[in-house]
């Protein structure tokens, strides 16, 4: 579990800023859920047999004997609260994203915490492939707008209730004659969730599966057709992906796509968004069989790459020289400089050098200097921190100079 400190949090709201942006272009709104459910809920909808609910959950019973759990993932919560509030009754499509964290008992490593902050979106109501394209091109373009570079979009199709036991029961009887080259994990896996072998990440387990069925060969029709009009899809928002025949995803409500957002530069914890498409899971909930398909993108993966950006700090730093009257006459300033949405910071009676220090310290591009001659001539010196090049301006006219200066 991580602080986020002052210096990274620039990075942060100019991710979620940009997430907000992007989403309600494409008309979603927000919904913010507790960060607590009942445990049953992640049970039902991320499955039993999954490391997640297995193994994962931070799980404890409350002062009322009830059995709660903190959120390991959004979508069942989501979902919950769509039933609980009948949104569906008010509007049949539901766009929703949310933000904020999530908790799951891992191994911490590089890319992977025991909190960390997920932005997520549900999209509900609409079950064409072309709502996939479309939610897929949504966390694309936030992928793009935060200037990720070296992104991999992998997508593939689980197929649905009727076909997936069919492949399902080809691929545990593959894994049956295999058992010996699987770790632990895998061999439980054959008769709890077979499909989890593929994404083990133990060499031998890869080895052992090298020839396995694929389950792309294994679609029904209805599914293969799904999957083909969302590949076309892609290809006309002109959006790059590759076919993962391998890509399962952690959880167990998925049907037919699967997503993931792929980034360089993360280590084996790579997938800096994932999701697909989960008919069928606002039903198990209580709520009308309508189809949904979402994604959730993860922050600190994000932020991660995001490091070698340094803040562009817009404000400016104002040193001022004198008594209490300059003082008076700076603050008076940088109050209408506050006023006018011009992010302004002054350090009380300390000395000049170190006013100027801490100016260089800030990032700010700008400084604006107040002393006693400023101060009688009714003028400002204003400070371009990139040149060191100075000019003075009447004090009238200082905010839209420095204004002027920070866009140049
Ligand atoms: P997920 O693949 O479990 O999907 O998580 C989505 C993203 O959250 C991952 O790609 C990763 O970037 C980030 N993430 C997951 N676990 C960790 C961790 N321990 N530390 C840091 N980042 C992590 C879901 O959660 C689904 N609910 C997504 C979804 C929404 N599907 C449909 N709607």
Redesign the pocket.
Known sequence: MNDILPEDVHKWHSVEDRARYIFELYGFSEIRTPLLEQTELFARTIGEDTD?VGKEMYTFIDKSGASVTLR????ASVLRAVVEHSLLNQDSIQKLYSMGP?F?Y?RPQK????Q?Y?I???RLGESSPLCDAETIAMAYDLVDAIGLKNITLEVNSLGCQKCRPVFRKQLKEFLQEKRDMLCKDCSRRIETNPLRVFDCKETACQEAIKDAPRIEDHLCDACRSHFNDLLQTLDALGIPFHKAPRLV???D??VRTTF??KAEGLGT?N??????R?DGLVKALGGPDVP???????????IMLMKEAGPVNKGCFVVIQGGREIYRSAMALISDMRSSGLQAQAVFEKSMKSQMKRADKSGYLVCAIIGETEVAKDMVTIRDMRTSSQVQVKRALAINKIKEMIMA
Not at 292 to 302: L, Y
């Open positions: 997640i390991p993932e959004a979508t999530m799951r891992e890319g992977r915490y025991r960390f997920q997520n979106v549900e995803r952690g959880l409500y998925y993931e957002i914890q997938a800096v968004a994932g999701g697909g989960y949904g398909v979402g994604f959730a993108f993860g922050m600190e993966r994000a």
